[in-house]
């Protein structure tokens, strides 16, 4: 009887050892899940960081792209550009003066895209200040569709102007095309 109470006392003691180790195991597996679990938030918040710090990058390169094209607006023109007074109605008819100066001024052939850099618009924009140029000087603003329905702007001179330009030699041309090239 002794060692039967002995051999029941032993199973009874390897039992609650055996579920000792495994609760001590659930105890470490809980454990490493909240340090796995605080590591992905942690992640989850670097990401969250990089993702905010893209955005601004990209609005601060956005805003530098504006400046930027509105410095070579300004710099490519010797008279100030006419301010906006007025209503909405008249802005439209400003960009529109203003691209005729800045054509007036270095004639050429200029592309949608080269205008946007220029005027410092959006394309759609530009599309209609292209237009309302043609509109208020249709003299001097050609307007002409090349191909994929890529649209060119370009100004004519008066023909008195054009034998002046003529006489004044091929050097300045080609300082012209190189600038125009310099602004694409």
Known sequence: ???????LYKTKAEEI?????EAQAMITLVSAIEKIYAELGSKQNDVEL?????????RLSKEVADLKSQIRARQGRIAPVR???GSDGK???NHAR???DIIAE??????TSELVDVLGLNKTTVISVMKRALELDPKHVKMTQGKRRKLYLSYVLDEGAENAEASAGAGE??????ELMAMT
């Open 1 to 7: 009887m002794f060692e039967e109470l002995l051999e």
């Open 17 to 21: 050892e055996s579920k000792r180790k």
């Open 50 to 58: 990089l993702g905010r710090l893209i955005d601004q990058v990209d």
């Open 83 to 85: 301010e906006a007074s």
């Open 91 to 93: 802005a439209l008819d």
């Open 98 to 100: 203003t691209l005729i």
């Open 106 to 111: 270095r004639p050429g052939r200029y592309t």
């Open 173 to 178: 041309s080609d300082k012209m095309k190189l």
